[in-house]
């Protein structure tokens, strides 16, 4: 009886979804907007007029029909799709560049991506890359990485070990299987479950989008169980299910890799196995750089009637006396310009929102508690910005990946180092990501000539930095600059020890801490992925739960908070976002495309296959 109303149900919803796709669709996205890209653009001046738009009154567009707070690759995406649907927006920045965690900075001569190291699922007609060629109308390239795009190493008490991790659609697997020759059904086993949780992920986002009444009845009656198994494994415990699988600690380590602040046992099986799968069809970095994502969507936006607006700090959400937003205010030196619009998009994280921009009153409401009580803080990230004058051949450097850890018990070597005090921390960093993108970008050596540069990740506690809270930044003490330093020379020399040439040619470093990403990049408690990932946050009530659309009426939320963390995460929650402002899921769209770039594929192979037969 229940699978009989849940099919006419979903009849009745798709039918209605179909209908208006045919007839009466709002349709953002079209085969015919994607161009070729062009040359890349190597003038800063032209960039910059781009990127570093200031904010003034006179560049606010009349007639907005949305304001996005926050220029993050969730807020963009969510621009520029409804830009494309004729909606005019206008994108409020606080930094003096446009991007988010996509911005990149120069010191010295050296370029650095902040938060986005390479991208996975980018293969020809992919769903993200199709996407992705939507919001910058084709504009953006890719350099695909080498097979090898990660290497795990793992050192506790000299003994090394080091596993290589290959892209592709079973070289992966087969090459896991080969450093563990008898474990071979446990990885059998995880790239089954991690097959289902990447084809079944897009019930976890219908949840979002379909009526929540709706939703809580499909997971309270048990048919969304009785539907797919991805509801169970949402809400899975990583450490339990690898236990499960296996006993080999080194083989749990690589089905969890790549740390968000979240040990395993804390953390979703289903969030970590699409992580990894993410990157199972080839790893990516933009040409150009990691800018070049807000450089392309920022001219869509325009294209379209909009603005990207940086030194636009928001410092009010405004909301009238029946509960619903109406516009914003941004501070602009002593005076606080008031912008109206019918519906207000923040891209700064639910803390930041709820906490710091909606008023005092409006924060106290049991309905918002109850969406900020879903979740909690998450944990802070540390990284070191380091240049050097010589070029990826002379020091030996890769464009793979390197994950480092001093244990392969991540669930023990969290608690213990996240437990210690500030002063024990800075020589006890357990894990670490190491990453050149100088070696990624094949046109970095055109635009920094006989320059690399290396990025080195990981996660700490803000509690550590949080005395310094109330001071400047770049005029914090010599307090803060020698523990800041204590961390940054330990990872440096973790770092030497692979390559060892780094040292002598070392000019240029910068670290930054929780305290500089909450300058920077606004985020709360310095996360740059946003709110914790644990697994409270996954259970498949609560990711019907916590939706674009908020309590208060005409505010919506976008990025790495809706759905998951990371640029492809972030991506999604813009895409979702969208779709719940405009109230049309883009994402059939998106797979229209997909199908048609598919056949098109598919018949120019057969017409060039009968032309070889007649040649013969």
Sequence with gaps: MWLVVFLVSVLIWAGGVLFWYLFWKPSPFTVKSVRPAGPLELDQRKRDKVLKQGFTKEKIPQNLDAIIIGSGIGGMTAAATMA????RVLVLEQHDVAGG??????EKGFEFDVGLHYFGQLHENGLLKVAMDQ??????DFVELPQHFDSIVIDDGGKRRDY???SGRTEMEHNLKKFFPEDVKAVEEFFKLMKVT???INFLAILKLIPQWFALFLLKSGIADFCSSIFRLSGSNATEMNNRLTSNKDL???FSYFFYGVPPKDSSFMINALMLHHFKRGAYYPKGGASEIPFHITKVIQKYGGSVLV???VSRILVDTKGAAYGVTVKKGDDHVEIRAPVIISNCGIFNTFQKLLPPEIQVKPEIQSRLDMMRPGKASFLLFSGFDATQEELDIVPTTLWLFKSNDMDAMMDEFFSMSKDEAPENVPMILITFPSAKDPTSQIRHPGKSCMTILTMVNYEWFEEWKDTRVRKRGDDYFNYKMRFANYLFDWACKHFPKLRDKLVFQEAATPLTNMHYLSCNRGAIYSADHNLRRFYAEAMARNRCDTPVKNLYLS???????GIAGALHGGLLCASTVLNYPVYIDLLFIKKKLKWKKAKEAAKLAKQKQKQQ
Excluded: M, N, V, Y
């Design 84 to 87: 494309k649907s004729g909606k």
């Design 101 to 106: 965690c996509c911005h990149t900075f120069t």
């Design 135 to 140: 919001i910058t109308e084709g504009q953006l």
């Design 164 to 166: 290589s991790i290959l």
């Design 198 to 200: 990447a084809r079944r």
């Design 252 to 254: 749990h380590l690589i």
């Design 311 to 313: 030194r636009a700090p």
């Design 559 to 565: 990025g790495q908070d809706i759905f998951s963390c």
